[in-house]
């Protein structure tokens, strides 16, 4: 029964974790800092609750219902969290409730093992392994079911429910006969509880650096959704939980504990020594994976099972080693005295102290050090502690210590010097989303692909995302964040123009905007082509900006402008506080099925923007038709819709759109917006994209305001205390997945619907029809399968006016042709 109650336990915890992790980064940001800070938070107060409440366990009458007492005040808080944020929890008081919660938690292990008695190691190693199983079902249920289908209010009361069930099962347990309380000291050993307390607390601290590591580095290999974070942490606690079971059953139960301490430190530290030159060759399997069982064979809980299988492969070997570590160190503090809460305490006080300073440690570090910086050097903090672990330890002749550490350090020299440094271009490249060589099999071919196709320009591990700069073949350019393409020199440059240029021709008189995420600059260099006094543009990832100077000459030397003020922070921050009113403001974040991305399709981010947007100001947000369906669509469509009261749609290129929201009908000053569109600079750039005319412009739009309503229809929207997208977005993405509403709601199909959109207020208001040129430029735009319609339309149109045209015959066998498509 005390097993079961500490897979509750630990069950709950996890879910706590996740959910308090999202909730402050609601408050504090999305950025790097504001998450460690909440993990270092929450393991700072299960250290001191492990520290503290495990000498209260030893005091206690009864253990159990010590323990039972700290579930209900575990539990009680969990409830009253979602009400205490709503009621305007903020700050310094959020973080102090999720420090007292993390306080009561850390002390359950220290007292089920208290309440355990009997053998201290085989006790105190099964409690742990039941407590991490628990962690493993709970992080992955939090992921896979609670957040996305009860949101996250209710997601905190199932993990209190969890807490009352341990509460009440351990009533029962206090009811039966007690278990002694305490036990068989450990024998002795060389190894003083100091020495004991500093193992353990370097091994938290290496563990923590390796999490942040891996989670980058599984990032890359696998996309960084939510279901991939998620795997990752459960993967690694799995180990922990294997590593725990292994020395509390079975022969190495009986074996020295300070040698196995020693031995585990070292195991640790050589498993990963050894796997390094492996990890570049990740990605390669996932994509050989995927490409042999194919989209459609598998369905998205399958695959993402795949996937928990590749998060296995660097980290399970490391993971049992120092899941190890907790049990092995219980039993050598343990004095058999019948203070087991407080032997117990001390150990995982010391662990969760290094975890704590492992996050903060890793979060400085990334960027000097890299993600295979940080796991090279972890190798030797692990061998050089299962060194000095094993030296004091092993009562071996002095001269064949000396021996011994000196081919240690021999050995461990030359194993860095001659290790293999990662190929940035197969950890960067983005596999998991990529078709570049899909049907190779082989990690030769893929080398010898890359070493034809790929030329990495720049690589960082910035704290927030790991960015790349590539150049391919013809010389193209591509910006990846995590892996995932946000910017190019190819079929992107006309979204990343038209983002910047449609909205303020459709506002020409803006004098201040916004631009949510920076890319390449190029969106922001369009925008800075217009007589704008002020822009501030918020990225949250400083590689980014970085990188973006490899497209200087496509942004136009953005950076350099003196009217821009760039901002490395949260967008969400940036919005929620009292500044600017902007006339304009862009929105193009990352897709949504990325992790933290879907904040910024949110209900309350669009308020936000609207509340700083001045009287007549429009807002322009990207969105996509790739791997994404129509329910998600409308349900972004919906969300959008709750800040702005009008919508109209621009179906930009193949794939992308933009959606624009006003307070009004759009009603553009047609003859100002001519002038803005002969500025020269606004002119060259608008041709980069193939819009030569006004009318090339205006006939991208494909839904009026009525149709995009249409488009929505009725349905929840997306909420940040109730984040749909985020979750289902990466199942859209798994099936890659088309919108089909744009194609089956595009009103240039229809000619009673076509008056409804601005190109015919235009035409009206200039008084003539559009010249030949611009019929055919405007024919140059809609060329996508899912606009032959329209286009049809527009080229029959052209022969109609225009007969004797001697490009009339051309158009009648283009007609032909289209017919056939």
Known sequence: MILALSFLSGAAGLIYEVLWARQLALLFGSTALAQTTVLAVFLGGLSAGSARLGRGADRAPSAVRFYALLEWGVAALGLAAPFLLRAGLRGAPAVAALLVQAFLMGGAIPALCRAAGGDPQGGVGRVYA???????????????????????????????????????????VAAAKPAPAGGPAAAPSALTPAVIQCAVFLSGFVALTYEIAWTRLLALVLGSSVYSFAEMLAAFIAGSAAGSLLVSTGPLRRRDPARLLGLALLGAGVSVLAALPYYDRLPIYELVLRSRFGFGVLDFYAFEAVKFVLCLLPILIPAVCLGMTLPLAARLVDRGTGERGADVGS?????????????????????????????????????????????????????????????????????????????????????????????????????????????????????????????????????????????????????????????????????????????????????????????????????????????????????????????????????????????????????????????????????????????????????HVYEMDDELFALTLRTFRRSFPYVALWDIVDDDLILVGSEHPLQPDFATLERSFRRPGVRSDLARADVNYPTTLLAAQSASDATVRLMEGAGPVNEERRPRLEYAAPKAFFRAATVALTASHDDRDDPSLRETLLLAAYLKARGRPPAKEEYLDRMVFPHAPREMRALRGWMTEWKRRYPRDPRAQDVTRLLKKLGRL
């Not at 992955?140 to 099962?169: Q, R």
Request: proline fraction near 4%.
């Open 130 to 172: 039941a407590n991490s199983a628990g962690a493993v079902l709970g992080g992955l249920t939090a992921a896979f079911w609670l957040i996305p289908a009860l949101g996250l209010d209710y997601a905190f009361a199932a993990a209190a429910a969890l807490n009352a069930a341990a509460a009440l099962g351990a009533r029962r």
């Open 347 to 623: 150990v995982f006080a010391a662990n969760t102290a290094g975890n704590v300073l492992g996050a903060l440690a890793g979060w400085l570090l990334l960027p000097w050090l890299g993600v295979e910086g940080i796991l090279r050097s972890g190798t030797t903090v692990f061998l050089a502690a299962g060194a000095a672990v094993l030296w004091v330890a092993w009562p071996l002749p002095a001269a064949r210590r000396r021996a011994l550490a000196l081919a240690g350090l021999a050995a461990l020299a030359v194993a860095r010097a001659r290790l293999p440094r990662w190929d940035e271009r197969l950890i960067g490249q983005g596999f998991y989303r990529s078709r570049l060589g899909a049907g190779l099999q082989r990690y030769s071919d893929y080398k010898q692909l890359l070493d034809t196709s790929v030329e990495t320009l720049y690589a960082r591990d910035d704290r927030e995302a790991t960015v790349t700069v590539s150049r391919f073949g013809a010389g193209l350019l591509s910006l990846k964040v995590n892996g995932k393409a946000d910017a190019s020199t190819g079929p992107d440059m006309r979204t990343q123009i038209l983002l910047g240029e449609l909205p303020l021709l459709l506002k020409p008189g803006a004098r201040n905007a916004l631009l949510v995420g920076w890319g390449s600059g190029v969106t922001a260099g369009s925008m800075l082509r217009h007589p704008l006094e002020h822009l501030d543009a918020v990225e949250l990832v400083p590689a980014v900006v970085e990188a973006s100077r490899f497209f200087d000459a496509e942004n136009g030397g953005a950076r350099r402008d003196p009217r821009l003020n760039l901002r490395l922070e949260d967008a969400k921050s940036f919005l929620a506080r009292d500044g600017r009113r902007y006339d304009v403001i862009v929105s193009e974040p990352s897709n949504p099925w990325m992790a933290g991305v879907g904040d910024l399709f949110s209900v309350e981010f669009y308020a936000r923007a609207r509340a700083r947007l001045a009287p007549g100001g429009v807002m322009a947000q990207w969105f």
